[in-house]
């Protein structure tokens, strides 16, 4: 597996929603994060087109309703709320086939109990939601009444497809993707990108393509812009963005292998330093693989397929991945320190955070026995009581506990010997369970604040449950193999000891203290010392010996 890192390379997202992830990301993967968001969410005018769809459902006039997002299903849900009794209406769409685009409006749906009969695969554009309705319903499409939901904005190729192929076709918009209200560091970005003070730019929406153009076109900078993306590694989440590229005369480097925020990030560390210097250098670019069936007609360079660590990210794995890529870990049967490195750097990968601390319940007391950012001084050492701080608290009561500001000012919240991660916003603390009781902590804390999601609470907690008994078993085998080393250790003293007392005429108790005073004397331990006198007594015996006669011999 190629090693992922921007080696302090320059990258740009223009990500909205999720811009704090993306940026922590990228410095994860040892880059200079540039986000600045692109666009927002802005309510429409009038919801007269979605009270008219919720009308229609209820009287029954659709036969299918396609999902494209699970913001959109959330924000319909909102507006007809106004009109109707949110579970009738709930009631209506579930009497009704409905499909989504993606698994975000599957779960959006899934949470209200609205069963999907079709979504599209990935990378999940209008074509592969166009051939899953055409898998599904075949001819019986013709005779269907369609709604849509809208995402932003229309989708004239998929509208137009759909169109000819059933009996009806009503849009349902129920939000729009507008410009941010300043966007003054769009601007910037327009003319960073022109003077080349950007070395890759992710582009995770056909939207932010729109909108970045038209940022320059206002400006007079598009000849400018795309004469700077020239010279920049440009990185396409999928087909619908590469469309939008192509449209504005801009061919991206490489799509990633799944079009998912964790992979484009990875992928974009792995391989967009080589084709920088390629394509500043002017030398020939090498032909990667190719988006496949779903792409354009043009094709564009696809990296190789990734593993889920590869991704860095939880939207990379799926539940599979996650069980048999941690599983695989836990079989390694590595020694005890290592076993809780390799939980830390996980975990970390999995929800990209600023620390991360392994907790170890040793007699009444948790010690950190891992971190993510060294601390000697501190691993093995720093003890915490049960019930004492946050840590304490989740030992305690074995619950999870979430905190996405100030997480100092939490009552429970204890300073510990002035750590920096004392001063961190936010905090995810959960418990590692063996055998129903805790055995130890898992940590994850952000330098400014951050919302954790639930998935993530669920994810660390599970993570807890699955390395819980594999914690439990690597401590115990430590804590053998240093009473194995004891017993040895106490063997050899004792052994010592009774040599000095049969040569120098000294007592027992004389002879522990002699060997006492040479161990501090000369720095070394009681066993090295122990096995000094033994070999030394070995050696005059062996001397002592009368030769073999065979040796006399020769």
């Known amino acids: 597996m190629a090693h992922a890192s921007f080696n302090g390379l320059r990258v740009l997202s223009l990500e909205s929603r999720r811009a704090m992830e993306v940026a922590k990301l990228i410095r994860t993967y040892g880059g200079e994060p540039f986000v600045v968001p692109s666009m927002r969410e802005a309510p429409l005018e009038s919801n007269k087109d979605a009270l008219d769809f919720a009308d229609g459902l209820m009287a029954g006039n659709f036969d299918l309703v396609i999902f494209f997002t699970g913001v959109g299903v959330r924000a319909l849900l909102d507006i007809v709320a106004t009109r109707y009794d949110r579970e009738s209406f709930l009631n209506a769409l ?40 055409e898998d599904r319903f075949g001819d019986s499409l013709g005779g269907m009444r369609v709604a849509v939901q809208e995402y932003g904005a229309s989708n004239p190729e998929f509208l137009a497809e759909l169109t000819v192929r059933c009996e009806s076709l009503t849009k349902v918009p129920v939000y729009q993707w507008a410009l941010p209200e300043d966007v003054r560091p769009l601007r910037e970005c327009v003319l960073g990108i022109a003077s080349r003070n950007v070395d ?11 909108h970045l153009f038209k940022v320059a076109e206002e400006m007079g900078c598009v000849d400018g812009l795309r004469a700077g993306l020239a010279g920049v ?85 799926s539940s599979i991945d996650f069980l048999h890529e941690i599983s695989s870990r836990i079989a390694a049967a590595d020694s005890f320190h290592v076993v809780l490195g390799s939980i830390v750097e996980f975990v970390s990968a999995m929800v990209p955070c600023d620390s991360c601390f392994v907790y170890v319940l040793d007699q009444d007391k948790l010690v950190l026995r ?6 000697a001084d501190l691993v093995d050492h720093l003890g915490v009581q049960l019930g004492q701080g946050i840590t304490g608290w989740v030992a305690e009561h074995r619950e999870p506990v979430a905190i996405s500001a100030q997480a100092s000012k939490d009552p429970r919240f204890v300073i510990f010997r002035n750590i920096p991660e004392d001063d961190f916003e936010a905090i995810l603390c959960t418990p590692i369970v063996c055998a129903n009781k805790v055995v130890g902590v898992i940590n994850l804390q952000h330098r400014v604040s951050y919302e954790h999601s639930a998935s993530e609470v669920r994810l660390v907690s599970m993570l807890g449950f699955l390395v819980g008994a594999e914690i439990e078993r690597t401590r115990l085998e430590t804590e053998n193999v ?56 070995d050696l005059k015996r062996s001397s002592a010996e009368p030769e073999p006669k065979l040796a006399r011999t020769l």
């Open 94 to 133: 579930r009497q009704v086939k409905v499909a989504a685009r993606g698994p975000k409006p599957v779960a959006a749906l899934r949470d209200v109990q609205v069963p999907v009969v079709c979504s599209a695969a990935e990378p999940a554009t209008w074509r592969e939601m166009m051939r899953a309705l």
């Open 200 to 210: 890759i730019l992710l582009f995770m929406t056909a939207v932010q393509v729109i």
């Open 233 to 317: 590694v440009v990185v396409s989440i999928g087909p619908t963005t590469t469309e939008e590229l192509k449209l504005y005369g801009i061919e991206p480097d490489f799509e990633p292998s799944r079009p998912k925020m964790g992979f484009i990030v990875n992928e974009a560390a792995q391989y967009a330093g080589k084709l920088l210097e390629q394509k500043r250098s002017g030398s020939p670019q090498p032909v990667v693989k190719t988006t496949g069936k779903s792409a354009p007609a043009t094709p564009v360079r696809k990296v190789a397929p990734s593993t889920p660590t590869m991704a860095g990210f939880r939207d990379g794995l």
């Open 370 to 375: 891992a971190s993510k950012n060294p601390h």
């Open 482 to 537: 240093q009473l194995a080393e004891r017993l040895e250790t106490r063997k050899a003293v004792d052994r010592a000891k009774g040599i000095l007392q049969r040569d120098l005429g000294l007592t027992e108790d004389e002879a522990y203290r002699r060997m006492q005073r040479e161990s501090r004397t000369r720095r070394r331990s009681m066993r090295e010392i122990a096995d000094a006198i033994l070999l030394g007594d």
